[in-house]
């Protein structure tokens, strides 16, 4: 790194509640090391003072980091939300500042497919009954109504990330897997799409639910869904809590049309361990509820640590603000004896031929030029070959362009 860009000690990350340490490890594998890792998190003036002077922050959900208090974040240059939502950041106002956020959408996902794996095993022997009476003192010795999971068949409505690691794990028990997605997926192993849900409906002795949360997905999983399932089978809800109509859901189960349900999210779920779980679920006799804890794991923190922590590394280090939840999205390549020049602007006309003015005015060659472009913001990155003496005065040049929000380079 060259003395023109900021050395990376000079760069402040300040990283809030409890964030795993493989962060902090990481950051300093890829040579910052001025991290603060404070164990709780901030609000108010407090986290206002902190953040005054952080290059970088990383939060967990319990930061709220309102337009407020961005305010107050003059070197702000990336957030990490090191977790998967994302609404305790407004987005919007960090856009306008050129803050990119980043978030981990996917490292917990192995954790689900887990869970969900046992989830079936434990409804298929019916455990969740007999783990009921056993404490209470009873002893329903029986193989009435327990099955082995070998050969019997897993619908999994959504192939993603998660539900296609489910499809893996259950052929390695001898499960024959059947899937439905909105979109063409390609099949992993054996498993078979089909062509519509209900058809999933009519042959799955489980259906296991994958899908994001989207307009279409509010209440996909209805009445005449929950009976169109086979007599006896199970349904398993680790994704979203307003995907599955609870209400059918507790019919099915008290007429016996199913036998058993592991829910692990629910319509409304307690803030707080210290809020009262309601649900009509409650009480259930083959019923697994847990409290949205699909993806809750020490591997899966482990690896949103490392996955928040490369791409605002990535973001630092070349620009490219791939996985980014606000902002245009730019994958690039890495630079090599260019300067590179990085402009986030509003995205008004005129701005780009601005920009080649400001090198063409200096007769510096440009080596590569990418540009990207939302409703609101517009990301220009100019690699300039060769060293550039004292800047050039390049940067003074790009800041003073109108529109100009933030501008960067990297030598
Ligand atoms: P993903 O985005 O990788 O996969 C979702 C899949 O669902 C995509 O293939 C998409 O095309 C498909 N899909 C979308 N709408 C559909 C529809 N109407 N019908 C059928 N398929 C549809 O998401 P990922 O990572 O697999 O996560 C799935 C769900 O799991 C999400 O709702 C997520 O919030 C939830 N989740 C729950 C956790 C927990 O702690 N219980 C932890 C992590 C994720």
Avoid at 202 to 230: C, G, Y
Avoid at 321 to 345: A, C, K, M, Y
Wanted: aromatic share 6%; proline share 4%; net charge negative.
């Amino acid at each position: 790194m060259s003395n023109l860009s900021l050395a990376k000690d000079k760069i402040k990350i300040l990283l809030l509640e409890g964030i795993h340490q493989n962060a902090v490890d990481s950051f300093k594998a890829h040579g910052y090391n001025n991290v603060e890792l404070l164990p709780g998190a901030l609000d108010g003036d407090e986290l206002k003072a902190k953040i005054a002077d952080a290059h970088m922050v990383g939060i967990r959900s319990r930061t709220k980091l309102t337009a407020d208090i961005l305010e107050a974040a003059d070197k702000l240059m990336a957030i990490g939300c090191f977790c998967i939502g994302t609404n305790q950041v407004d987005l919007s106002a960090a856009r306008d500042k050129g803050v990119p956020v980043f978030n981990a959408p996917y490292s917990n996902t192995r954790s689900v497919a887990e869970l969900v794996i046992a989830e079936i095993i434990m409804l298929a022997r019916g455990v969740p009954h007999k783990n009921t009476l056993a404490h209470a003192g009873g002893w329903l010795k029986s193989a009435e109504g327990s099955y082995e999971v070998r050969g019997k068949i897993l619908g999994v409505i959504g192939y993603g990330h998660i539900g296609s690691q489910v499809s893996v794990l259950a052929e390695s028990l001898g499960m024959k897997v059947r899937y439905f997605d909105i979109i063409d997926k390609l099949p992993l192993g054996n498993a078979a799409p089909c062509d519509t849900m209900e058809e999933l409906l009519e042959i799955s002795d489980f259906v296991s639910l994958h899908v994001p949360a989207t307009p279409q997905t509010n209440n996909m999983f209805r009445r005449e869904h929950i009976f169109a399932m086979k007599p006896g089978a199970l349904l398993i809800n680790l994704a979203r809590g307003n995907v599955v109509d609870i209400n059918a859901l507790v019919e099915a189960l008290d007429n016996g049309h199913l036998s058993g349900a592991g829910i692990d999210v629910f319509p409304q779920e307690p803030a707080s361990k210290n809020e009262e779980f309601t649900s009509p679920l409650r009480g259930q006799p083959n019923v697994i509820l847990t409290p949205h804890v699909g993806g809750s794991t020490q591997e899966a923190q482990a690896n949103i640590g490392n996955e928040v922590t490369s791409k605002l590394v990535r973001y630092s280090d070349n620009g490219s603000t791939l996985g980014t939840v606000n902002f245009v999205e730019v994958s690039l390549p890495v630079q090599d004896g260019v300067t590179r020049f990085l402009h986030i602007h509003r995205n008004v006309p005129g701005v780009l031929s601005s920009i080649n003015e400001v090198f063409s005015e200096r007769g510096l060659n440009i080596a590569g030029q990418y540009l990207m472009t939302d409703g609101e913001v517009g990301y220009v990155v100019v690699d300039v070959s060769g060293d550039l003496e004292a800047g050039m005065g390049v940067r003074k040049g790009l800041a003073g362009i109108e529109g100009t929000i933030r501008t960067r380079f990297l030598a």
